[in-house]
């Protein structure tokens, strides 16, 4: 049996029903799944919006580190090599034979630095295609000693000059002291030298041989110019920005850029970025971000410049007081994503309303024989005068009654009202039990009568006796179950009443008033007692 004959000889109102619940349920399941898309759509966006600024952050971290590493590991080195050979901040031509290797061949080191703890300071960095190295004498004396060397390590000039410049202050030998022996991240600050920003790598140990015991610093400048050069040479999305800040929110911006800026709010070689709202991108990232607590890990969405952006932050060593990495990405690069996946969700959509009308038409399959085997409580519009004489040829039964008129006695041929309780009886039995058809006009043997007996002088005037008497004898909130419709069949009009089973028990108010209590078995009509009404009402209601 095919599914449109399932649906075509269920009985009327089952089908109905089947049909609206099956369109229901899919309709509910793709509502469902679309209401669900649209509360979460902004836990879509920022998940991958979280997705881009987690591999964007990582990308750069993994750059800045893969840049910062080797300092660390050089610095070991260089450390290492100092302490077994003995030498002192003093011995100025063998440490520029141990350093100006590393600073030539790790172009990320500024300038190397060793000093001790009595005052004495060696300092080399880059000085155009040679070198420059600042020797400064143990004691608080201020005077030092800066050569300019070529290539070739020859020296080509040599001045002393007078400076307050004592390294036992700076910030890398001090916060060095305070971990000896482990390779320390100095917070972002003026390099003296230079007078750019950046960070120091410094680890602190003690003397072997001549003034043993006394404080050693060495380390090495990375500035974070190179810094950010190595973000930007990362594609970090169509639109995307990476930066550094200080973790007290101070945006770092390239020397070209900083002419711009007020230099009044300059601290350590950053901007603050408290004083910049409304201002450059990443003043406004930062700013956003100190506004909700300076997380580590979690996205933070703001607005800057016209548009809404995702923001990602960092810290760039184990300080969090140190630099930071800032990475941006604008909310509309994430919804390009989102969009370029449209067709995936609703391939995904189509898939979901297939498998729920595929699920549908299982279950119609599965139910095809019970639902065959119904009784037909309904007559099908499409196919009327078949079904009326199948329902002829078959004859009285469970669900089905034959009246021969509404209210005429055709033996004394004068309306009596034993007529009408007769036919009402039987729909209180349908109402009571399955449901039903009643016929009217249809003599007991099946033989099409006609309705002509009963002298309606209209069938508006035969519809409104009908419904007077169910709602006398039976009430108005049966009228949903009960149906009554008229039609031709071999040329006479009979009466066809439509029940479906109620929802509450029937009872059946008679001419004498009394209350009636009516089932359906088989052909017949059963009036039950009160007792066996009120266990029958227990098991069926």
């Given at each position: 049996?095919t599914?449109?004959?399932?649906?075509?000889l269920?009985?009327?109102?089952?089908r109905?029903?089947?049909?609206?619940?099956?369109?229901?349920?899919?309709?509910?399941?793709?509502?469902?799944?679309?209401?669900?898309?649209?509360?979460?759509?902004?836990?879509?966006?920022?998940?991958?919006?979280?997705?881009?600024?987690e591999?964007a952050?990582?990308?750069?971290?993994?750059?800045?580190?893969?840049?910062?590493?080797?300092?660390?590991?050089?610095?070991?080195?260089?450390?290492?090599?100092?302490?077994?050979?003995g030498?002192?901040?003093?011995?100025?031509?063998?440490?520029?034979?141990y350093?100006?290797?590393?600073?030539?061949?790790?172009?990320?080191?500024?300038?190397?630095?060793?000093?001790a703890?009595d005052?004495?300071?060696?300092?080399?960095r880059?000085?155009?295609?040679?070198w420059?190295?600042?020797?400064?004498?143990?004691?608080?004396?201020?005077?030092i000693?800066?050569?300019?060397?070529d290539?070739a390590?020859?020296?080509?000039?040599r001045?002393?000059?007078?400076?307050?410049?004592?390294?036992?202050?700076?910030?890398?030998?001090?916060?060095?002291?305070?971990?000896?022996?482990?390779?320390?991240?100095?917070?972002?600050?003026?390099?003296?030298?230079?007078?750019v920003p950046?960070?120091?790598?410094?680890?602190?140990?003690?003397?072997?041989?001549?003034?043993?015991?006394?404080?050693?610093?060495?380390?090495?400048?990375?500035?974070?110019q190179?810094?950010?050069?190595?973000?930007?040479?990362?594609?970090?999305?169509?639109?995307?920005?990476?930066?550094?800040?200080?973790?007290?929110?101070?945006?770092?911006?390239?020397?070209?850029?900083?002419?711009?800026?007020?230099?009044?709010?300059?601290?350590?070689?950053f901007f603050?970025?408290?004083t910049?709202?409304?201002?450059?991108?990443?003043?406004?990232a930062?700013?956003a971000?100190?506004?909700?607590?300076?997380?580590?890990?979690?996205?933070?969405?703001?607005?800057?410049?016209?548009e809404?952006?995702?923001g990602?932050?960092?810290?760039?060593?184990?300080?969090?007081?140190?630099?930071?990495?800032?990475?941006?990405?604008?909310?509309?690069e994430?919804?390009?994503?989102?969009?370029?996946?449209?067709?995936?969700?609703?391939?995904?959509?189509?898939?979901?309303?297939?498998?729920?009308?595929?699920?549908?038409?299982?279950?119609?399959?599965?139910?095809?024989?019970?639902?065959?085997?119904?009784?037909?409580?309904?007559?099908?519009?499409?196919?009327?005068?078949?079904?009326?004489?199948e329902?002829?040829?078959?004859?009285?039964?469970?669900h089905?009654?034959?009246?021969?008129?509404?209210?005429?006695?055709l033996?004394?041929?004068?309306?009596?009202?034993?007529?009408?309780?007769?036919?009402?009886?039987?729909?209180?039995?349908?109402?009571?039990?399955?449901?039903?058809?009643?016929l009217?006009?249809?003599?007991?043997?099946?033989?099409?009568?006609?309705?002509?007996?009963?002298?309606?002088?209209?069938?508006?005037?035969?519809?409104l006796?009908?419904?007077?008497?169910?709602?006398?004898?039976?009430?108005?909130?049966?009228?949903?179950?009960?149906?009554?419709?008229?039609?031709?069949?071999?040329?006479?009009?009979?009466?066809?009443v439509?029940?479906e089973?109620?929802?509450?028990?029937?009872?059946?108010?008679?001419?004498?008033q009394?209350?009636?209590?009516?089932?359906?078995?088989?052909?017949?009509?059963?009036?039950?007692?009160?007792?066996?009404?009120?266990?029958?009402?227990?098991g069926?209601y």
């Amino acid at each position: 049996m095919t599914n449109a004959s399932l649906l075509r000889l269920s009985p009327g109102p089952i089908r109905s029903r089947l049909l609206r619940d099956l369109i229901l349920l899919i309709a509910f399941t793709v509502g469902l799944l679309v209401t669900i898309n649209l509360l979460l759509i902004d836990e879509i966006k920022h998940d991958l919006a979280g997705n881009r600024i987690e591999a964007a952050t990582v990308l750069v971290q993994d750059e800045v580190r893969g840049l910062l590493l080797p300092v660390r590991q050089q610095l070991l080195i260089v450390r290492d090599g100092i302490e077994s050979a003995g030498l002192a901040p003093t011995d100025e031509p063998a440490l520029n034979r141990y350093l100006i290797p590393t600073l030539a061949h790790i172009p990320q080191i500024a300038g190397a630095l060793d000093a001790a703890g009595d005052g004495a300071e060696y300092f080399l960095r880059r000085d155009g295609d040679g070198w420059l190295t600042r020797l400064r004498e143990p004691g608080d004396a201020a005077r030092i000693r800066i050569t300019r060397w070529d290539a070739a390590l020859r020296p080509l000039e040599r001045r002393e000059d007078v400076s307050d410049h004592d390294p036992r202050t700076r910030p890398w030998f001090t916060e060095a002291l305070e971990t000896p022996g482990q390779v320390i991240w100095s917070q972002p600050y003026v390099f003296s030298s230079l007078r750019v920003p950046g960070v120091t790598a410094a680890i602190a140990w003690s003397n072997a041989g001549l003034n043993a015991g006394q404080a050693r610093v060495t380390a090495m400048d990375v500035t974070l110019q190179s810094i950010l050069d190595a973000i930007k040479r990362l594609a970090i999305g169509e639109q995307g920005q990476g930066f550094l800040f200080s973790g007290e929110g101070g945006v770092f911006i390239p020397p070209a850029s900083t002419d711009a800026l007020n230099h009044d709010h300059q601290a350590s070689g950053f901007f603050s970025a408290q004083t910049r709202l409304g201002g450059p991108l990443q003043f406004d990232a930062v700013a956003a971000w100190k506004a909700v607590g300076a997380p580590r890990d979690d996205l933070v969405r703001f607005h800057s410049g016209g548009e809404d952006w995702w923001g990602g932050f960092r810290p760039l060593t184990e300080d969090a007081d140190g630099a930071w990495i800032g990475v941006v990405l604008p909310v509309s690069e994430t919804l390009t994503i989102l969009q370029s996946r449209w067709h995936i969700i609703a391939f995904t959509a189509l898939g979901i309303l297939a498998a729920s009308l595929g699920l549908a038409l299982l279950v119609v399959r599965k139910y095809s024989r019970q639902l065959r085997d119904l009784p037909k409580l309904s007559l099908d519009r499409r196919r009327l005068e078949q079904d009326l004489r199948e329902l002829l040829a078959a004859g009285e039964g469970t669900h089905l009654e034959f009246k021969s008129t509404m209210r005429m006695n055709l033996h004394t041929q004068t309306a009596g009202k034993e007529i009408e309780l007769a036919w009402l009886k039987g729909v209180a039995a349908f109402l009571n039990t399955e449901g039903g058809i009643l016929l009217i006009g249809v003599a007991d043997d099946g033989a099409v009568l006609g309705m002509a007996a009963d002298k309606f002088e209209n069938e508006d005037k035969c519809q409104l006796h009908f419904k007077n008497l169910l709602n006398q004898h039976l009430g108005p909130e049966y009228a949903r179950f009960v149906r009554f419709y008229l039609y031709d069949l071999d040329g006479r009009r009979i009466g066809a009443v439509e029940c479906e089973r109620a929802d509450a028990p029937a009872f059946l108010r008679d001419d004498k008033q009394r209350e009636l209590f009516i089932i359906r078995n088989g052909p017949s009509n059963i009036e039950l007692s009160i007792s066996r009404a009120l266990n029958y009402i227990r098991g069926h209601y």
